[in-house]
């Protein structure tokens, strides 16, 4: 179910999954600022001169990932684990001119955020350890 990700499965070309059904390929397009919203979700506070790559290993030692297919699953997946952990989803959204790749939207359930129903490409379950 859930996976915890090591960083060079999202930094070490030679060990990066290409499969979309993998969270590091997800992962793989956060950005640095991303990689600072979810340090800041858990409370952790690094400088900003930090390199990306560090954040970003700050940050997958303290969430545990899943990449979910659809909508029903994630609040499926909240239902099941709201209680004993904190949830954040990020869902990759496309534009209309630029199919290339998603941009990360942090959707916090709790706050009643809405899941997107457009333009969607992928969705990760990130669980606080």
Not at 31 to 60: G, H, S
Request: glycine fraction near 4%; aromatic fraction near 12%; proline fraction near 4%.
């Amino acid at each position: 179910m859930s996976q915890t990700i090591q960083p060079d499965e999202i930094f070490d070309l030679s060990k990066a999954q290409a499969s979309e059904e993998h969270p590091s390929y997800w992962l793989a397009q956060l950005r640095k600022a991303d990689w600072q919203y979810l340090l800041q979700f858990v409370n952790v506070k690094l400088p900003v001169k930090t390199k990306k790559q560090a954040m970003a290993e700050a940050a997958l030692q303290r969430f545990e990932f899943v990449n979910c297919a659809g909508r029903g699953e994630v609040w499926q997946l909240w239902n099941e684990t709201r209680n004993e952990h904190r949830v954040l989803v990020i869902q990759f959204r496309h534009s209309e001119s630029d199919w290339s790749r998603g941009l990360p939207e942090f959707v916090h359930l709790e706050k009643n955020d809405p899941l997107g129903f457009v333009n969607i490409a992928g969705r990760l379950f990130c669980r606080v350890k």
